[in-house]
């Protein structure tokens, strides 16, 4: 059932937010169509291994976004990881609480992707590293959507 709550303001139909999705942790990043840029925005912790739907409503019913992206990760030969099925579930959920496209993203490799440009460019300590990487990568995930849907 759709969270009416978080779309009581018009859409933004340029506005998409970009997920990083894991057991632990979601990253979650804002991008536009329009100027083809997407910016990390905040790591949500999640709750007993389940995402904070709470949390989530609150970045919808801010940015109004007209989809989500969701990276998904797979095996390099294209076969599901443990990890799939969990990714595949939260899109559902989120298409069935927001009633809003999902598009799912190729993930292989961006949370490493985040670390090392996070501690090569910016030498990070590990806490730090882990608070925001997950938010890089899905900041990675939804600029290269953006790259692609143009």
């Known amino acids: ?19 990083d999705f894991g057991n632990k942790k979601i990253g979650v990043a804002v991008g536009q169509t329009v100027t083809g840029t997407a910016n990390a925005l905040e790591t949500i912790k999640s ?3 389940a995402p904070d739907w709470l949390a989530i409503s609150r970045l919808i019913k801010e940015w ?3 989809g989500f992206v969701v990276g ?7 076969s599901d990881n443990l990890i799939t099925p969990r990714m595949l579930k939260f899109c559902r959920q ?10 799912q993203q190729d993930e292989t490799l961006t949370t ?8 090569d460019d910016h030498r990070l300590k590990a806490k730090k590293l882990w608070a925001i ?8 995930i939804l600029q290269t959507w953006l790259n692609n849907s143009k």
């Open 94 to 103: 989120l298409e069935g609480r927001y009633n809003l496209p999902v598009y």
């Open 133 to 140: 990487q997950d938010q890089l990568a899905a900041q990675l």
């Open 47 to 49: 709750i007993n291994q």
């Open 72 to 78: 998904i990760s797979r095996q390099l030969d294209g």
């Open 1 to 19: 059932m759709a969270d009416r709550s978080a779309l009581s303001n018009p859409i933004n139909r340029d506005t998409f937010l970009g997920f």
């Open 64 to 66: 109004q976004p007209a």
């Open 112 to 119: 490493f992707e985040a670390k090392q440009l996070l501690f």
